[in-house]
């Protein structure tokens, strides 16, 4: 599972007394930072952790006799928030009072808040808010409204449609709900004796991502029968689909085949089966291309090196050969 971790905010307040004098005195002072770190496997923000990583309390002039009430809640769209509440916390005037304190003494970890089962495709958001309270002060509260996006797709099809590709044979690729690897929908090719075969699209801009060298790109392809062959091109140099690098998944003939062009260039031998998603991870090296193609269950079946520094960027595309049923999903930058 990869994690990575957003800072949201950082900062301090200092809050005043109510008492009535020449000058209200600081009797309360708040730090804090908030990240939040999403789960990112496979695709979808689907949980997501929120982490009071320098949250420290500082309390003066208060009623030492009278306990400090804390509350931290989680507020995501659409679902009921989640809290966490500490009331009547003892302390001591002028001491720093962080999270470690706080679980010390009343029980409760206030150092995260986390939702799990989020069901988010690309993005969510909501608010984070921090309620400190005491009788010699009124309640004081931070608030942080969030979002969180995916920035690493190159394209899960959870947009429904084919806007991006601007070239090649968009009527015979659809947007379909099943079999979908992750998130609610998949690409489908269709190559029949009707239409013919060796169907493709490209994509010459519009999406959120084109993968160039540096990049490591993970995506899953499917065939739906034994002559099926899904094809993922990368590195394209113009709208066509031989312009540039591809992977496939042949198998027929029982081989995972990368080209640069028309030229099949290295393979892996293996016993493909129908209706499986098999995982393809591609790094594009400084001075190769190397990819490697797993099981589902994570288990590797091969790799394929092949040295070249031709192209450095480019378009992408997908082509489906010979069969109606590949399936691709999840295609997103490592």
């Known amino acids: 599972m990869e994690r990575r971790k957003f800072l949201l905010a950082s900062g301090s307040a200092v809050l005043a007394g109510n008492g009535i004098g020449l000058l209200q005195r600081p009797v309360l002072g708040l730090e804090f930072e908030l990240s939040a770190t999403p789960n990112r496997d496979p695709s979808n923000v689907d949980s997501i952790l929120i982490e009071f990583t320098d949250l420290k309390i500082m309390p003066n002039y208060l009623d030492e006799s009278t306990g400090i009430d804390i509350k931290a809640e989680l507020d995501i769209e659409n679902r009921k928030p989640v809290e966490k509440t500490v009331s009547g916390l003892s302390f001591n005037n002028g001491e720093i009072i962080d999270a470690d304190t706080i679980k010390r003494r009343s029980g ?11 069901n988010k495709s690309t993005s969510l958001g909501g608010d984070i ?47 379909v709900s099943s079999p979908v690897y992750e998130g609610s929908y998949a690409l489908k090719g269709t190559t029949d004796s009707s239409v013919g075969p060796n169907k493709w699209i490209v994509s010459t801009g519009g999406l959120q991502n084109y993968p160039s060298r540096g990049d ?55 016993s493909f089966s129908s209706d499986i998603w098999y995982r393809y991870v591609i790094d594009w090296l400084s001075d190769r291309i190397r990819t490697t193609v797993y099981k589902p269950d994570g288990t590797e079946i091969g790799v394929m090196s092949y040295t070249d520094q031709a192209f450095d960027s480019g378009n992408i595309g997908f082509r489906a050969d010979h069969k109606e049923g590949p399936y691709w999903d999840g295609v997103r930058i490592l």
């Open 108 to 118: 409760e970890d206030l150092s995260f808040l986390s939702v799990d089962e989020l």
């Open 216 to 270: 490591s790109i993970e995506l899953r392809m499917r065939g739906t029968n034994g002559n099926a062959q899904p094809r993922f091109m990368f590195g394209l140099q113009d709208s066509s689909w031989d312009s540039g690098y591809s992977v496939n998944l042949d198998i027929s003939d029982g081989k995972a085949i990368f080209q640069k062009q028309t030229n099949n260039l290295r393979a892996i031998n293996h």
């Open 129 to 175: 808010r921090i309620l400190v309270s005491h009788p010699d002060i009124s309640d004081k509260s931070y608030q942080k409204r969030f979002t969180i996006s995916q920035t690493n797709i190159i394209d899960n099809f959870e947009r429904g449609d084919l806007s991006p590709y601007d070239s090649g044979y968009t009527e015979n690729f659809s947007i």
